[in-house]
């Protein structure tokens, strides 16, 4: 009973340290680590961030964008998007290795 409370209480910690950031899962957080590892500017973008975006988009000084994605990611994007795209500075070179299709003998 112990334990559960103490991970609650630190899961309600670890939430009201992050408070306003788009993705804060406080149940995991070694995940949102593992993500923000992954993005350039080394956070996740904020409630704010996303409510100027908007604000911009509604305004006078955006008639002109029509039919456009914004992509808001920190940089992921550009770094390289994809899962797979991070693997290449998680994986070892063995277990790349181990992951190469293996050449077949020759048919004869």
Known sequence: ???????DERDRAWADSHRGCILAPAARPELAEAAKKR?????????EEFANLAAFLVSDGSGYINGDVVT?????WLQGAGEFTALGR?????????MRPK???PKA
């Open 103 to 105: 050449k077949s003998a």
């Open 1 to 7: 009973m112990g334990e559960s409370r103490d991970s």
């Open 90 to 98: 998680e994986l070892t070179e063995e277990e790349w290795q181990r």
């Open 39 to 47: 993005i350039p500017l080394g956070r996740f973008g904020t409630t």
């Open 72 to 76: 808001m990611d920190g940089g992921e």
